[in-house]
């Protein structure tokens, strides 16, 4: 409001409150659904933010947890060129690693006794199988027999003391491959403890056989 000069007149001016409320409104209307629209795509935007760049940094977590737990078959299954895939790369050459040590000798490269022992425990859980029992009758047919053999080689500490273990180990290496060549498929080489050589044999008939193979 002001006063008019030369007059005692006090002039005012203003809106009725109608008038006001119905700008507000017709504000409000225009700036919520842009507003919505910004908060529910900055919203989007986090989560997409969050699965691109922290889901696979807690999926390599979990892996390395499984794999501390005795689990070396997890892999990593990297889907580009970022830090991330490079790690989750690295990390399944590792596994890889930790499996050849594990499971395999580093001087034959045979699968180790403890690969024979799981591979023993199934032939036998199959051969349980194949001559079950019920009700007192005996159902299917008994499987042929399993044979392990226990090859030792007696004389490469000779080597070992006169020529070195590097060439003992290529001595034990080169047998182990003539022996690994001469067997059939179903016959599977494993190293041992110490010089020996396993030669486990899912599939044989009579001791005879037996007898005739190893002479051969």
């Known amino acids: 409001y002001d006063t008019i000069p030369g007059t005692d007149w006090v002039l005012f001016s ?4 109608d008038a006001v ?16 629209a910004i908060l529910l795509f ?10 691109r760049f922290t889901g696979p940094v807690i999926q390599l977590e979990r892996l390395f947890t499984r794999a501390a737990s005795g689990d070396l078959t997890v892999r990593a299954q990297p889907r580009g060129k970022d830090e991330i895939s ?26 180790n006794s403890r690969v024979m022992e799981d591979a023993f425990e199934e032939l036998l859980a199959e051969r349980e199988t194949d001559f079950a029992e019920e009700d007192g009758k005996q159902i299917g047919q008994q499987s042929a027999k399993i044979a392990l ?6 004389n490469l500490h000779r080597v070992n003391e006169q020529l070195g273990y590097q060439q003992g180990n290529k001595v034990f290496r080169a047998a182990a491959q003539r022996l690994k060549n001469l067997l059939p498929e179903d016959m599977t080489v494993y190293r ?3 010089n020996d050589l396993l030669v486990l044999c899912s ?3 009579s001791e005879q056989e037996m007898t005739t193979m190893l002479a051969e």
Do not use: C
Request: aromatic share 14%; no cysteine.
């Open 21 to 36: 409320f119905s700008i507000l409104q017709m504000y409000r209307n225009r700036l919520y659904p842009p507003l919505v």
């Open 86 to 111: 490079r790690a989750g790369h690295s990390f399944n050459r590792m596994m890889k690693h930790i499996n050849q040590l594990t499971y395999y000798d580093s001087v034959t490269g045979l699968p």
């Open 192 to 194: 041992g403890a110490s």
């Open 42 to 51: 900055s919203i989007l935007g986090t989560m997409w933010l969050a699965e």
């Open 149 to 154: 053999w226990v090859i030792e080689a007696g």
């Open 14 to 17: 203003g809106l009725a409150d």
């Open 203 to 205: 599939n044989y008939d």
